[in-house]
């Protein structure tokens, strides 16, 4: 999108602490998988590698901005925010460690972003300069081969993440979205019934996510907990 005079969109400009890389950092990754230490040092100049902590709440890419980089979350967590034309916030995805920033709006055609990308915690990132990944390095670097792999499957897993989003936004009632959020939940955190089920979202987030009233979603947790569906457990859940 053009600015009212005619110019396009600014460049990504990241207002953070720009902080080093360490070597266990970028193995943990799930975008490195299958590249070794040594390609991973490489990599570091070759992708333009860059560590940037964000404070809780700090908006890491703004709606409407070009992007270029792409962020592997290193730690924390990060929310994809969407706002109607009233300006009332939804949260459309949350994104943990491992998982990536940008991605899809850095390979589109515009490479414009259509939502906020928020911390909603204490969070680490690692930019990467996307069109080093599209396109091989003059050095013909043998990791990018697998690395371009390595995103293409994150970006199938993000596709998963928010199919799973519209799958409870979908449902009927407003019972029926939180026992959906809370049974993939449980599938992703590896939790078996009767287990806590965290939730790293504060109520009203929970009702932004779920696109529900926060006062509605009080009522409707103490009416669930009261027949038995539900335990809360402080920031947690148990499915009974």
Same mark, same amino acid.
């Given at each position: ?5 005619? !110019? ?16 266990? *950092? ?5 975008l ?5 230490? *040594? *390609? ?11 560590? !940037? ?24 967590s990060? &929310? ?6 009233d300006?009332?916030?939804s ?6 460690p ?12 515009? $490479? ?5 990308f ?13 069109? $080093? ?10 990791f990018h081969? $697998? ?9 199938? &897993?993000?596709?998963v993440?928010?199919?799973? !989003? ?14 959906t ?9 590896g ?6 089920i965290?939730?790293?979202?504060? !109520? ?26 539900i335990a809360i457990?402080?920031?947690?859940? $148990?499915?009974?």
């Open positions: 999108m053009a600015s009212s005079d005619g !110019r396009a969109p600014r460049p990504l400009v990241l207002p953070s602490r720009t902080i080093p890389v360490s070597e266990p *950092e970028l193995a943990r990754l799930p490195f998988e299958g590249i070794s230490l *040594e *390609e991973l040092m490489l990599m570091s100049g070759c992708l333009s590698l860059s560590r !940037r902590d964000f404070d809780e709440s700090q908006t890491i890419i703004l709606a409407e901005q070009r992007v270029s980089l792409v962020g592997a979350i290193i730690e924390g990060v &929310q994809m925010v969407t706002q109607d034309i300006g009332n916030e949260i459309f995805a949350c994104l943990y491992g998982e990536l920033v940008g991605e899809s709006f850095a390979c589109g055609p515009t $490479r414009t972003s259509r939502v906020t928020r911390a909603a915690s204490q969070s680490s990132l690692l930019f990467l300069d996307f069109s $080093r990944i599209n396109r091989s390095c003059s050095r013909s670097c043998g081969q $697998r690395l371009a792999s390595n995103m293409v499957s994150m970006l199938c &897993q993000k596709n993440l928010l199919m799973q !989003r519209l799958e409870v936004v979908s449902q009927r009632t407003l019972r029926q979205k939180v026992l959020y809370l049974s993939i939940e449980a599938a992703r955190q939790k078996s019934k009767g287990e806590v965290s939730v790293p979202l504060t !109520r009203a987030q929970f009702a932004a996510y779920l696109g529900a009233n926060r006062s509605a979603l009080s009522r409707e947790l103490s009416l669930m907990q009261r027949e038995g569906s457990e402080g920031c947690g859940f $148990r499915l009974r």
